[in-house]
């Protein structure tokens, strides 16, 4: 069995040896993914009862008629904890392509708690896009948009919400051309580096 810190430094050494400005963009889902937090969505039955979706309860929720979402808490971050082995990928890839070689991608409504969340892991300057939506085809649009404007050869994608994963992995039909690597994180489970989507 391979260990965790191996599986994790064999990739930061095949990090260290892309070319830099390589058309390679490593996509980063924040909950879950980047961080664990205690941050809630509250969801509003027509009825007026309310509960609490956590954010992995939030991305696979489908509202029903006449219900609604409050974004109250979910618009700051409540106790952020990072994922220790995502965020060193992060910071790595950071130092050797810069801030134009990450991106963070959330269903969050807003992007400032994250920019600073990031910033507190040493990473400046990255563009975070909030979609404002917990439906995965928010995401396949943004990355879409990312793939044309900036020519990307590689998509890498880390997510942990099976509906987001399956639903980029999809894209492949549309980009037959770019090189999806997507990983289905799990927080605690480094080897998910080895399972490709």
Known sequence: ??????????????????????????????????????????????DGSQRDLTPVEYCAYVPKEGERLSFEDFERLVDARPVWWTCEIMRQAYMRHGPCGIVVL???????????????????????????????EAKVTQIDAWIDALGLQTVEYFEDSDRHVSAVAGMRLRHPDVRFLIRHVKHDDVSTLMRLR
């Open 1 to 46: 069995m391979i260990s965790s810190r191996k599986l994790l430094d064999d990739y930061l050494v095949d990090l260290a040896a892309e070319r830099p400005g390589s058309p390679h963009l490593r996509i980063f889902d924040f909950d879950d993914t980047l961080a664990m937090t205690n941050s809630k969505v509250k969801l509003v039955a027509a």
């Open 106 to 136: 959330s269903a969050r409504h807003i992007a400032g708690p994250i920019q600073q969340f990031i910033n507190s892991q040493g990473v400046f300057d990255c563009h975070v896009a909030a979609v404002g939506s917990s439906d995965p």
